[in-house]
T-cell receptor, first 114, second 111 residues
Framework: GAGVSQSPSNKVTEKGKDVELRCDPI?????LYWYRQSLGQGLEFLIY????????KSGLPSDRFSAERTGGSVSTLTIQRTQQEDSAVYLC????????????FGPGTRLTVT | RKEVEQDPGPFNVPEGATVAFNCTYS??????FFWYRQDCRKEPKLLMS???SGNEDGRFTAQLNRASQYISLLIRDSKLSDSATYLC????????????FGSGTRLLVRP
């Protein structure tokens, strides 16, 4: 079946512009995660959605970052007034549940802020 | 101190070699443990879960040592296709859903 998809695959933007990144999770997966991976670094947790519960936004690095998940499916991560330090690969993952459940990752969006 | 620490490598080994990676975690009450594999410029994929009793999947063996707070991954008879970065992943006790990823250990298998 279809895996997690993300768009765009690459995004180059100028400093100060806003960007929107999209994630389509696997159908039926209730849990959705956003991570950020900088060059040579581990995955940094950003935000977690589970069903209709309030999301855990504790990993968002600043108030320029926000995310929503509509209808319990598609999610968008928005970065306002982008900065060069926002350059990274943004990965989305979904799973049937949380914790011990396998997380399936999308291919990521490579964001470059010039 | 990082919650999950790994030797970044790279480990450069010939085909057919046996190689082992360790990973340490700081939260002694952590519940679940995993190894993920990440190929260059690709997304991470689950390699195997790590159970208290240890587990084996073909050429791959994972062990958990709770007393010393480390997990290990052993790869026997290395193949060229095993070249990748191996991520140690821990589900900490303070969260039922978060996974903490190590920075990864890079493995290069040469002909």
């Amino acid at each position: 079946g279809a895996g997690v998809s993300q768009s765009p695959s690459n995004k180059v933007t100028e400093k100060g512009k806003d960007v929107e990144l999209r994630c389509d999770p696997i159908s039926g997966h209730t849990a959705l995660y956003w991570y950020r991976q900088s060059l040579g670094q581990g995955l940094e947790f950003l935000i977690y959605f589970q069903g209709n519960s309030a999301p855990d936004k504790s990993g968002l690095p600043s108030d320029r970052f926000s995310a929503e998940r509509t209808g319990g499916s598609v999610s968008t991560l928005t970065i306002q007034r982008t900065q060069q330090e926002d350059s990274a690969v943004y990965l989305c993952a979904s799973s049937l549940g949380s914790g011990s459940y396998e997380q399936y990752f999308g291919p990521g969006t490579r964001l470059t802020v010039t | 101190r990082k919650e999950v620490e790994q030797d970044p490598g790279p480990f450069n080994v010939p085909e057919g070699a046996t190689v082992a990676f360790n990973c340490t975690y700081s939260n002694s009450a952590s519940q679940s443990f995993f190894w993920y594999r990440q190929d260059c410029r690709k997304e991470p994929k689950l390699l195997m879960s790590v159970y208290s009793s240890g587990n084996e999947d073909g050429r791959f063996t994972a062990q958990l040592n709770r007393a010393s707070q480390y997990i290990s991954l052993l790869i026997r008879d290395s193949k060229l296709s095993d070249s990748a970065t191996y991520l140690c992943v821990v589900n900490p006790a303070y969260s039922s859903y978060k996974l903490i990823f190590g920075s990864g250990t890079r493995l290069l298998v040469r002909p």
